[in-house]
T-cell receptor
Framework: AAGVIQSPRHLIKEKRETATLKCYPI?????VYWYQQGPGQDPQFLIS???????DKGSIPDRFSAQQFSDYHSELNMSSLELGDSALYFC???????????????FGPGTRLTVL | AQKITQTQPGMFVQEKEAVTLDCTYD???????LFWYKQPSSGEMIFLIY??????QNATEGRYSLNFQKARKSANLVISASQLGDSAMYFC?????????????FGTGTRLTVIP
């Protein structure tokens, strides 16, 4: 079965640089979520999109922005990178059911961002 | 307040034995979902099992079962017949459906080591 695809898998950037992470959800999934997992930490929710509109917002820094495109893929844009942004960034996708409740979220393999 | 609490930072189990990983949750929302994910050392986040707050029966998926005790607000994961490949980090997560948000709140995880 097709899974969530994330690219790149690894990314190394310098402080103050920008980075763009891409996510391709499971076919027919209409909702995309972004999570950040710091070293030794649990994943923290950043932002989500349903049918190309932002649906929920978590602890996403103002330096980060994201969008979902017409083909449902999503991109997380990160600017003015800081050392503390080094983390594993997950994208997850799900189907949103009638009434707005989401089905199970399936995670991609993650993008490991290292900021030097 | 922490929404998901996993009190076992690390657990050891002998191969072929069963093991229980603890998870307690805190919510005032009557409609919620509880999830368990497995994160091997390679980093991906693998969905294991789901329990809805209104489900009458405990969820089971192969060797995984969820011991759901609603009054105690616990959702422990039971892995039967442990295998070496079960060695990984295990996260309990919750989604509160009543808020309209679909993001997951994760616990701090339990690292399971299966001993040959």
């Amino acid at each position: 079965a097709a899974g969530v695809i994330q690219s790149p898998r690894h990314l190394i950037k310098e402080k103050r640089e920008t980075a763009t992470l891409k996510c391709y959800p499971i076919p027919r999934h209409d909702t995309v979520y972004w999570y950040q997992q710091g070293p030794g930490q649990d994943p923290q929710f950043l932002i989500s999109f349903y049918e190309k509109m932002q649906s929920d917002k978590g602890s996403i820094p103002d330096r980060f922005s994201a969008q979902q495109f017409s083909d449902y893929h999503s991109e997380l844009n990160m600017s003015s990178l800081e050392l503390g942004d080094s983390a594993l960034y997950f994208c997850a996708s799900s189907v949103t059911l009638a009434g707005g409740r989401a089905d199970t979220q399936y995670f991609g393999p993650g993008t490991r961002l290292t900021v030097l | 307040a922490q929404k998901i609490t996993q009190t076992q930072p690390g657990m050891f189990v002998q191969e072929k034995e069963a093991v229980t990983l603890d998870c307690t949750y805190d919510t005032s929302d009557p409609s919620y979902g509880l999830f368990w994910y497995k994160q091997p050392s390679s980093g991906e986040m693998i969905f294991l099992i789901y329990q809805g707050s209104y489900d009458q029966q405990n969820a089971t998926e192969g060797r995984y079962s969820l011991n759901f005790q609603k009054a105690r607000k616990s959702a422990n994961l039971v892995i039967s017949a442990s295998q070496l490949g079960d060695s990984a980090m295990y996260f309990c997560a919750m989604r509160e459906a009543g808020t309209g948000a679909n993001n997951l709140f994760f616990g701090t995880g339990t690292r399971l080591t299966v001993i040959p």
